[in-house]
């Protein structure tokens, strides 16, 4: 017995086409009555293998129960110029609505409407302030500082101060320019620093500022004295830490150099073998070579054995 008379299989082929599952339910029970359901129409498509051709999902563009006709024309008709925010409220006001600021965000982005509102000012704009001095309220001028007026924490021109690190510091010109104490004693008896040198305390006492406990030396000597733990609070104990300090960078300045020139060797034993390596070499430069050593120590192995090769064999004879 068939489910379906043959009148409903004709009516579904002939109109399956470019219709929605829904659409077809609601064709088919306007002709023959309620047989059908969405679930129903799904699973007499698939059994009979046929395919609608009709898009998934509302079509684009359509109207919908939150974006209704008037309000999508209102909204293409006034967006331009218009932010989502502005135009949240605009509509709330219009047709007494409840859209946010992220609704409208939302309706912008997924149908690609701009308002053309970059958020920068155009070129050519004239700033609002353009020349005003600036708002300030009526008769607050007495409260300004004057011209000249120095703060109450104000220090002169050799005022001193101790910083973090326990350095005193010095201010030596205004408005404020502060340099270590030390630096400057040391500068003002033999002139300005050279560069990538420093001054270092021979006793480690910061407060100590006598030129015979301040030491110039180089940066590269002060972070070997650091790395060595070379400082002392004797100074003659610090100084000797100076010495090996100088000794060890020159030790390292040479090995540096010295390694450099063997690489140069190697670049001068390659090019004279033509570029080949020494394991490269043919076996009858390591052949001549050998023969060589032997002219050279035979006379030795000769002595030492009474005449006879290491061998056993008389000189010029081969073992048997």
Not at 5 to 17: G, T
Not at 176 to 191: A, D, I, Q, R, T
Not at 248 to 272: C, F, P, V, Y
Not at 277 to 292: F, G, M, Y
């Amino acid at each position: 017995m068939k489910r379906y008379p043959d009148e409903v299989h004709k009516f579904i082929a002939e109109n399956y086409q470019g219709r929605s599952t829904k659409e077809l339910v609601e064709l088919v029970n306007a002709k023959f009555g309620p047989i059908f359901t969405e679930s129903k129409m799904k699973s007499y498509k698939a059994n009979h293998k046929l395919k609608s051709g009709a898009p998934r999902g509302l079509p684009a563009g359509r109207p919908t129960e939150l974006y209704p006709a008037e309000i999508k024309k209102f909204i293409e008709e006034n967006h331009k110029g218009i932010g989502p925010k502005e135009m949240a409220e605009f509509l709330n006001k219009t047709f007494g609505t409840n859209y946010t600021k992220e609704q409208l965000k939302s309706y912008y982005g997924n149908h690609k409407i701009s308002s053309g509102l970059t958020g920068y000012f155009q070129k050519g704009h004239t700033p609002a302030n353009k020349g005003k001095k600036g708002y300030h309220a009526p008769g607050c001028e007495k409260g300004w500082f004057k011209k000249g007026h120095k703060p109450l924490n104000h220090k002169p021109v050799g005022s001193e101060r101790v910083d973090r690190d326990g350095y005193t510091l010095v201010k030596v010109a205004e408005p404020n320019v502060w340099e270590p104490k030390h630096k400057v004693l040391w500068e003002k008896k033999n002139g300005k620093v050279p560069e990538g040198y420093v001054l270092t305390f021979l006793d480690g006492d910061k407060s100590n500022f006598t030129l015979d406990n301040l030491a110039l030396i180089s940066m590269a000597e002060s972070l070997e004295i650091t790395r060595s733990n070379l400082r002392s609070t004797n100074p003659e104990f610090t100084k000797t830490g100076i010495l090996i300090a100088k000794v060890k960078i020159a030790r390292s300045k040479r090995k540096k150099n010295l390694m450099g020139g063997r690489d140069d060797e190697k670049e001068i034993m390659q090019n004279d073998r033509g570029g080949k390596s020494h394991s490269q070499q043919s076996s009858k430069h390591k052949e001549n070579d050998r023969c060589a050593a032997l002219r050279v120590y035979r006379p030795y192995i000769r002595k030492r054995h009474g005449g006879r090769s290491k061998a056993g064999a008389e000189p010029g004879q081969s073992k048997t």
